[in-house]
């Protein structure tokens, strides 16, 4: 079946206790039981929930996984799949992270005994430099927060495959309507549902999608003894994104294209990066691996800071504000959000200046978004 029909339809049978068609929010933390061992499949919610498991079911089919696991949020999606590393153990991450995976690799899993080497990996062949007998795990994103930057999916787990190296890809940007990486030669695929696969803004959650059996079995043993599960209501509002994901992903697109379209006509904008444009430096890589470029715009304001910052306040259907991925547009100052932990020189080295600007669009009507775009560049100026 394709994307659309497994998205409405993948683990979402009618429920068999009452017909329902749609997948119920079994808000229960207990199931009871007929006797010793004799139950239907649920005994604690923590261990397992119906409403959770239908969406771990639909998210594996539509990244082509055969298993999942849902989390709280994609920082505990993110720390599920580092528990199957050991002290001694040796990760090479892509140097672009998420704020929060950085933190993580940093504070959590490096005062564990998890050495973590930070790659330039636009370049495979940096990955390959990297590898050391201990390298278990190769961490990538793409397209990187907020320069969007491209990694070569394939070449990369290509070059960790020989070495017996699994590969990890954090697919929130992209959703798994425009990129499904274990289709790619990825082992496993994360996802902060908070952004595109909640899409509505309303809830904060993860996931884990992998066909890897062993994977899956050690980060369905990390879900149960960690416990940092979904509430039922949490996994049936992204069970309930995931059905209109194609169509906001689809829009987005469109939108995104518009808006990167006219930032880059304008005066005041110095930069625009989107995938989508052809000058993208890895616009090929893009139409390979992705089948969309999705609805991040980053694009660099004349005039640094105070220009940003009026920019910003002018801004009247954007919202200013951090996260992705909702049907409404935001528009967000990286240096100062979601950059700011790191050092000014290593920002402005990277390239998130001060006037560097991120905008997810959202899927209002085009027409308004530019007009208010028009607006805050003008009065900014
Ligand atoms: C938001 C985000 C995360 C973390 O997810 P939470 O749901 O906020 O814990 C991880 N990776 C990427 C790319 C994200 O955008």
Partial sequence: MKFETLAIHAGQEADPATGATITPIYQTSTFTQEGIGRHKGFEYSRTGNPTRAALERCLAALEGAEHGCAFSSGMAAIAGVLSMLRPGDHVVSAADLYGGTYRYFEKVAKPNG?????????????????????????????????????????????????????????NTFASPYFQRPIGLGADIVVHSTT???????????????????A?????????????????????????????????????????????????????RVESVIYPGLPDH???????????????????????GRAAADAFFRALKVFSYAESLGGVESL?????????AS?????????GITEGTVRLSVGIEDAEDLLADLDWALKVSA
Wanted: charged share 25%; hydrophobic share 40%.
């Fill in 114 to 170: 998890i050495a973590v080497s930070y790659v330039n990996a636009r370049d495979p062949e940096n990955v390959r430099r990297a590898l050391r007998a201990e390298t278990r795990l190769l961490w990538i994103e793409t397209p990187t927060n907020p320069l969007l930057e491209l990694v070569d999916v394939a070449a990369a787990a290509r070059i960790a495959k020989v070495r017996g190296v699994k590969t990890a890809v954090d």
């Fill in 195 to 213: 952004k595109y696969v909640g899409g509505h803004s309303d809830m904060v959650g993860g996931a884990v999608l992998t066909s890897d059996k």
């Fill in 215 to 267: 994977v899956h079995e050690a980060v369905r043993f990390h879900q149960n003894a960690a416990g940092g599960v979904p509430g039922p209501f949490d996994a049936w509002l992204a069970l309930r994104g995931l059905k209109t994901l194609a169509v906001r992903m689809r829009r987005h697109e469109e939108n995104a294209l518009a808006v990167a379209g006219r930032l880059r006509k304008h005066p």
């Fill in 281 to 303: 430096p890895q616009h090929d890589l893009a139409r390979r691996q992705m089948s969309g470029f999705g609805g991040m715009v980053t694009f660099r304001l004349r005039g």
């Fill in 331 to 339: 528009a967000c100052h990286p240096a100062t959000m979601t950059h």
């Fill in 342 to 350: 790191l050092p000014a020189e290593e920002r402005e080295r990277r």
